[in-house]
């Protein structure tokens, strides 16, 4: 059970900071205390930067529309899973209890995770920044409670993409070891069955420099893969009834690859007026 508690939470002025303490109990014991920094407003959104959630499966795209939204609107794009590579990436403290978990397809512990997106709030803080678009997080209901007792979140994309298609998105991924850039040489042609519509999505293919650059994700191996779908289905799937209970949750179903569903995106969201030149890359 888990017990959580705010011990200051100040929402009279626009861009006011939240100093949350959140108690966490285990049915035995009292496991850590961790500070949850968040900037917030008490107006709506058009006074200050988005506060937007990306959820979906593993391989819908979250990293990959998030990044681009947080071009275009000028907010950090806040990914626990890279928060967590980044940990393994230089050996920190948790590292090699983190690799276990990671490479099991399984979540890391809301502890960890909350300080991690924790710190990774205050460093961005002190630079400036305001909004956020999250992916990765919340990944519970316990991590959504949390967050909902720091900050108000505006809006809440569910990306959507056949379940054909998102294993074989998550074996097609490379990123490239110098730059950090996305890629995905599956190439996915679904045919059209008994009424239901086919769908292609061309592979992302990356640049001749980072070619021979390439690596793959340790937990982006079939077994593995096949797990995060499970651990997503039952964890991170009653996130869609808990927003959508409270009028959050915009549902969008990828008709294809970026071309096709990048500016329906944008459009879903009001934002196809914007100056758009990440669509020109697309
Ligand atoms: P992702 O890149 O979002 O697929 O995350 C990679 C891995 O990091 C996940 O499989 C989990 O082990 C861990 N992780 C990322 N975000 C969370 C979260 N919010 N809660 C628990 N574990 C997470």
Same mark, same amino acid.
């Given at each position: 059970m888990a017990v959580l508690s705010r011990l200051l939470k100040s929402r009279h002025c626009?861009?006011?900071?939240?100093?949350?303490?959140?108690?966490?109990f285990s049915s035995s014991s009292l496991i850590s205390r961790t500070h949850l920094r968040l900037s917030s407003s008490s107006s709506p959104s058009l006074e200050r930067n988005v506060q937007w959630?990306?959820? @979906?499966?593993? *391989?819908?795209?979250?990293?990959?529309? %998030?990044?681009? $939204?947080?071009?275009?609107?000028?907010v950090p794009h806040i990914s626990t899973g890279d928060l967590v590579r980044e940990e393994l990436a230089n050996r920190g403290a948790l590292a090699s209890q983190l690799e276990k978990i990671v490479n099991q397809g399984h979540l890391v512990s809301d502890e960890?995770?909350?300080?991690?997106?924790?710190?990774?709030?205050?460093?961005?803080?002190?630079?400036?920044?305001?909004?956020?678009?999250?992916?990765?997080?919340?990944?519970?209901?316990?991590?959504?409670?949390?967050l909902e007792g720091v900050t108000d979140i505006d809006l809440v994309i569910n990306l959507k993409l056949r379940e054909e298609a998102l294993l074989a998105k998550c074996l097609g991924r490379r990123i490239c070891s110098e730059c950090g850039g996305n890629y995905n040489i599956a190439c996915i042609d679904?045919? @059209?069955?008994? *009424?239901?519509?086919g769908m292609y999505m %061309?592979?992302? $293919?990356?640049?001749?420099?980072?070619?021979?650059?390439l690596i793959t994700r340790s937990d982006d191996i079939e077994e593995v893969v096949k797990e995060r779908l499970r651990v997503y289905n039952e964890m991170s799937l009653p996130l869609e009834d808990f927003y959508r209970c409270r009028g959050k949750l915009l549902e969008f179903d990828l008709p294809g690859g970026i071309p096709e569903s990048w500016p329906k995106l944008l459009e879903a969201l009001?934002?196809?007026n914007y100056n758009d030149e990440t669509s020109l890359a697309a």
């Amino acid at each position: 059970m888990a017990v959580l508690s705010r011990l200051l939470k100040s929402r009279h002025c626009v861009f006011s900071s939240i100093l949350c303490t959140i108690r966490t109990f285990s049915s035995s014991s009292l496991i850590s205390r961790t500070h949850l920094r968040l900037s917030s407003s008490s107006s709506p959104s058009l006074e200050r930067n988005v506060q937007w959630v990306f959820l @979906g499966c593993p *391989g819908v795209g979250k990293g990959t529309y %998030a990044g681009r $939204l947080t071009k275009l609107l000028g907010v950090p794009h806040i990914s626990t899973g890279d928060l967590v590579r980044e940990e393994l990436a230089n050996r920190g403290a948790l590292a090699s209890q983190l690799e276990k978990i990671v490479n099991q397809g399984h979540l890391v512990s809301d502890e960890i995770i909350i300080d991690l997106l924790s710190k990774r709030l205050e460093a961005g803080e002190s630079r400036g920044e305001s909004g956020f678009i999250l992916d990765g997080f919340p990944r519970t209901i316990r991590q959504a409670e949390i967050l909902e007792g720091v900050t108000d979140i505006d809006l809440v994309i569910n990306l959507k993409l056949r379940e054909e298609a998102l294993l074989a998105k998550c074996l097609g991924r490379r990123i490239c070891s110098e730059c950090g850039g996305n890629y995905n040489i599956a190439c996915i042609d679904i045919k @059209g069955e008994n *009424g239901s519509p086919g769908m292609y999505m %061309a592979p992302l $293919l990356p640049p001749s420099e980072c070619t021979n650059k390439l690596i793959t994700r340790s937990d982006d191996i079939e077994e593995v893969v096949k797990e995060r779908l499970r651990v997503y289905n039952e964890m991170s799937l009653p996130l869609e009834d808990f927003y959508r209970c409270r009028g959050k949750l915009l549902e969008f179903d990828l008709p294809g690859g970026i071309p096709e569903s990048w500016p329906k995106l944008l459009e879903a969201l009001h934002l196809d007026n914007y100056n758009d030149e990440t669509s020109l890359a697309a």
